[in-house]
């Protein structure tokens, strides 16, 4: 953990992105997705790589447990900051602790989760077994686990959008890029993640795309006010719903796949 790239970027990631457009229908798009299929609060509920808590701070606003584990100790000062501003009633809800992915089980002291949530990191890993077994394990029987992933079905769409032809038709059969925050990334398709859960006794519940319109809009270099407030919620509505549709949902060009730990 020492070598930490994600320090340098924490600013940009969290102040940036996530306040942008995209990144403000991505946390509001996935929320509701979650709470389809997450039990009532106070439950538990395990973020793997939560990162500065975009995801998972909103739910321990809605009343769950929750235990952010990122192994990147910029992005943990950056959810620090964010925690502090929140109620004091909603920071004792949330515990931080500063680890991989790969070491979630022994890092949780064995503790296993209602809920187990890993957005946006298996794509940044050469292999992601070591790190969906670890997902797996920390769920407790009948518990959810929420993996967001990069499509790889839907991997011709960035670059087509930004002009680049040729890298656009190598893309249809490519697995990796460089990503919008100029790290390599990996992609999967919902078959192949759903066979590695489930080989890992967690059956896929539902899959869903997270952005669609927002994506291309942003990719093609328009110009989203992210203070239009009644435009965001527009927005946000339609690509909620779009991402329970077919074909919609398979040309997003990531995927949020929730599944459910099956009992012993």
């Not at 989760?113 to 394990?137: I, K, M, N």
């Not at 192949?192 to 539902?206: A, H």
């Amino acid at each position: 953990m020492s070598d930490d790239i994600w320090a340098g970027l924490a600013d940009h990631f969290a102040d940036g992105a996530y306040a942008a457009v995209k990144g403000r229908v991505r946390t509001y798009v996935m929320h509701q997705q979650l709470l389809e299929h997450l039990p009532a609060p106070p439950v538990s509920v395990l973020d793997v790589g939560g990162g500065a808590g975009h995801q998972s701070f909103p739910l321990a606003q809605a009343g769950y447990e929750v235990t952010l584990l990122d192994p990147s100790q910029g992005m943990l000062d950056k959810a620090r900051q964010r925690l502090d501003r929140l109620p004091a009633d909603v920071q004792r809800r949330v515990t931080l602790k500063r680890a991989a992915g790969e070491n979630a089980e022994e890092a949780v002291d064995g503790r296993r989760f209602d809920a187990v949530l890993c957005h946006g990191v298996l794509g940044y890993l050469e292999r992601p077994e070591p790190v969906v077994d670890q997902l797996c394990r920390c769920a407790a029987p009948g518990g959810v686990v929420s993996i967001m992933a990069g499509n790889a079905a839907a991997a011709a769409v960035r670059p087509a959008l930004e002009q680049r032809w040729e890298d656009a038709l190598t893309a249809f059969d490519a697995r990796s890029e460089i990503g919008v925050l100029g790290l390599p990334t990996h992609a999967t398709t919902v078959p192949e993640l759903s066979e590695l859960v489930r080989s890992r006794g967690v059956e896929t519940l539902n899959w869903y795309g997270v952005w669609l319109f927002v994506d291309w809009l942003d990719l093609s270099g328009a110009d989203l006010d992210p203070d239009d407030s009644k435009q965001l919620a527009a927005a946000a509505a339609v690509e909620l719903e779009a991402g329970r549709r077919d074909p919609y949902r398979q040309l997003s060009r990531i995927f949020h796949l929730v599944g459910r730990k099956t009992p012993n």
